[in-house]
């Protein structure tokens, strides 16, 4: 893994490359007026582990998953994941990459209204026409507590509960990375603690990978590591985040 | 609040384009029937203007009972005397036949299917020729030009021509144009012209004319001369003016006209009343999605006014688009609608196409009505939406409630099959009937569309669980979204509904009619062989000479024949005209089994007998024994035994009179319909010897169908296939006209479909975001056309099966006796409906396989 040469984003335990972005930039528009939403990104996300990416609105946060996910191109560099250069694969193929190796947790109208709770969480799999892991499926339902909501439909849940369904699905497949966007941004303190509590446990008692974009202090300190976008460019990154170190590093950014 | 209606039309253009396309098409179609009639009613009218100028009297035998068709000649005799008449300069005699029937160079007989085969004595003020020469001796004819260039019929050949009596050789002399030199006017039917003393002698008319133009000398006054000539022949005899000849001419065209225009208007209005629901639909649809925008409208300070007046104002734009549009279309689809009758055997005139005030206004009323109408509900709907819709996120639109949808929808079906019942049992007169069971049926639709939607959700479920099954996933996401919104899948549905209720109708009609016809002939027939013209068709001005009657009556393989006529309204018994068929009284009872109750055929003075059907007895309250006065179009009066009453109408319609009565009171020779049977054949007779004996006749008749190629000689098995498929045939076309609305439904269900996919746009980016790939999403959008699809065809053919049994029921077992539901055929339609479905789907699933997923998840 030459290619994942430069300092920031390098683990300092060496373990495996769940994604990587190499000198990604994404230039929208051309000429006088393009503008360089990434601009020569170079960043890699361990297996194992709980990633926020952070940075202010415009940062550049939102299109960098985007790209990481397959659900973005990027202008230049490659994106990586696993050993997969997305770059090279066809429109098809990134829906089956989504579909199999991908979890997704977005801010909001995560869930289809027409399925159950448990429908929507083995929708992935249903549409690959695979059969769902019950053991698995069944212990991360267990995990964030929805045993008994499993046969209601979304518009029957709470916002937190339809959450909950969302990070469930994301983590269903036992995919290779699950990138969540926002996932707490519509919610209250306490419930959006609950998802992010579980979203942590996930990665340390069941060995899942997350991304997660925040621009919330408090959300992206439950990361193992926080990296920092500005203007499309990584900053900065931290690891054993808190509230408060998080919080300075984002003024001084602002500075 | 003008310029935001117009921009949100302009933002929403394949959404206006589909809707307007629905009105376009109704419009258009309207604009068309009336363009096209219009302009074959004027093409005619001139037409039979200037034939009719040509000799300003006419003198013909009175006629007070049957058609044109039966008209008596008149006497040479009565020539003379009018030739002698002062002020009359010249007489113009002249006879004119059906049935004559030309044979081209292949030995195939000329017949155009539904147009006339037509003989004339040849007439200078009517003919003129474009190449050869007029025909002027015996053995000589002439053909109109359409006619010889269709068939390429050649100066200087001979042709065997088919007469009422017998079948004559001929030589093409001459190639005439008819009604001016240089145009050539026809409706497709043929004509032969001959000269006139061969005309009458082929005709079976010697010594007698159809009618006898008169010249007058210069300068003489016209209603003089009319008075003293109707004054030398007297009260059998008529002299009439070129007026009255005109308006009868005009009048029996525009009677033909008429009949083609009201059947495609009621085709048009079909297609106007499924658009209607398609408007409808988008614009509840549309004013559904914005409810936040309106929403915010009201919260800046619009009226709940002002906000349905915009809607209004936009279903304005779309009916005014739509009836420009559709006015201008409308005049091309005329031009192709002639151009295709033209291509099937016509020869339409191609004079101007007019746009009379009239369609225009119809244009205006359907387009702009039918839109307006159909905006009314949802701009009532867009009323009530309060302000904070504009921020609220779930705000519903408020629709009737289940239970008052259950009631006005029960009340408006129930009020629509009373009228539909009174208008088929009730004893009214046609138009009535009609007017009734259209506007019967058309509240059943309005009902069951009130209806559905209380039921499309498990309905939806039901009809999705096997799709579902087959499709996996993306099936079951189809199913979930066709049971979300009853009220669109239901009226989505309903339009389909509509097309298939006729479609089944027609399919439950038709096959009764079949199996009628089969029961008919398989219990009241027992002759073997039947004997019919060629060009299809139960048109008493149908039919084949007598000669071949008897030659077949002289084949050793056959025993008898008997030969059969019809005529409309030419029997007036006690004040009122009857049709009438003849037979040979004495051998029919061995050829058709009539049912009869009391008395009998074949022991009767035929020549003075009539057999009537019970009812009619009854009606007139005569038993066999008693007598009937009956006159005919030739004047005459008979006093006619009742010899037998029967109880099948299906084969002799109400009243049955011998050929011989015929004979003396009808010029027409020709047979309308002829049976046969086989010497010494009989169902006991072992089935080697039957099949010898068919076999044998089958060879004997053989080359009498080639000598009369006109003419259909079948067996039993022959005649049972091919009616059968006449029939078929007939339903096909009436199917594929009713199935245009169909493609009006599609529009609708592609629409509606459209527009879910809009309002689903976030749901369709996150399904594709955790991995559904473009072909499992396009297999959701067809999974719920599929449902929408069956569920409209189950409700349409359910209707469809009621209508179809009712009007069974309510038509004279004289037509159809049995009750027949063609479940196959209804299967199939259902097949058809679910594949036109998908076909509605293509586009939709196209434009939501293309939309960007992340754009998609952040739509709001």
Known sequence: ?255 | MLRLTIKNLLDKKIRFALTTLAVVVGVAMVVGVFAMTDSLRSSFSQLAEDISEATPLTVRTSQEVGREIDRDPVPAAVDEVVRSIEGVEDTVPGVAAFNVVITDGAGEAILPTGPPTLGFSWTPLQFFITDGAVPAGSGEFAADSSTAADNDLQIGSTYVISGPIEQVEFELVGIFNFGAPDKHTTLGQTMAAFEIGVAQEFFGLEDRYSSIGVLLDPGTDTAEVQGRIQEAIGRDYEAVTDEVIEEETTDDINEVIDVFNIILLVFAFIIVFVSAFIINNTFQIVVAQRIRELGLLRAIGATGSQVRNSVIFEALLVGLFSTITGLVLGRFLAGGMRWMLNQGGFSLPTGPLELQPRTVVWAVVVGMGVTLLSSIIPARRARTISPIAAIQSDQQLAGASLRRRLVIGGVVTGIGFLLLLVGLFGSLDTSATLSLVGFGAFLVFIGMNTLAPSFARPAALLIGRPIARILGTPGQIARGNAARTPRRTASTAAALMIGLALVGMAGVVGSSLTKSFLNTLDDAVQSDYFIRSDSGGFDPSVGFSEEVAAEIEALPEFDTVVAYRFAIGSMRIEGSNHDVFTADFELVESHMDADIITGSLSDADAAFAIALHEDSAEDLGVVVGDTLDATFPDNGTDTLTVVAVYRDATIFGNWLIDNDTWERHFSRREIGFASATITGFSDDLPEAEQARLQAGAAEAIAPLGQQFPGVKMESRVEFRQSQQDQLNSFLIVITVLLGLSLVIALIGIANTLGLAIFERTREIGLIRAVGMTRWQLALTIFGEAVIVAIFGAILGLSLGVVFGVAVVIAIPDSVINAISVPYLTLLVYLVIAGFAGMLAALLPAFRAGRLNILDAISHE
């Open chain 1, 1 to 255: 893994m030459t290619l994942l040469a430069p300092p920031i984003g390098t683990a300092p335990a060496a373990a495996g490359i769940a994604a990587a972005a190499v000198g990604v930039s994404k230039i929208y528009g051309h000429g006088d007026t393009a503008v360089h939403a990434l601009d020569e990104i170079d960043a890699s996300f361990q297996s194992g582990r709980f990633t926020a990416i952070m940075g202010p609105s415009g940062s550049g946060k939102s299109t960098l998953m985007h790209c990481l996910a397959g659900l973005d191109t990027v202008s230049h560099g490659s994106i990586l994941v696993g050993d997969t250069d997305l770059s090279t694969l066809s429109e098809r193929e990134l829906t089956l990459l989504r579909r199999d190796r991908i979890g997704f947790v977005f801010q909001s109208f995560n869930l289809v209204p027409t399925l159950t709770a448990m429908e929507n969480i083995t929708l992935p799999m249903d549409l690959a026409g695979r059969t769902p892991d019950q053991a698995w499926v069944d212990e991360v339902i267990n995990t964030v507590g929805l045993d008994d909501r499993t046969s209601h439909r979304p518009n029957e849940l709470s916002g937190g509960q339809q959450q909950r369904v969302a990070v469930s699905r994301a983590l269903a497949s036992q995919p290779e990375i699950v990138f969540a966007d926002e996932p707490t941004g519509n919610l209250d303190s306490t419930t959006g603690a609950e998802i992010l509590e579980f979203m942590r446990r996930a990665v340390r008692e069941m060995d899942q990978t997350i991304v997660m974009v925040t621009h919330d202090p408090n959300a992206a300190s439950y990361a193992d590591r926080v990296v920092f976008l500005n203007d499309g460019k990584i900053v900065d990154e931290m690891f054993e985040p808190t509230p408060d170190t998080i919080l300075d590093t984002m003024k001084a950014l602002g500075n």
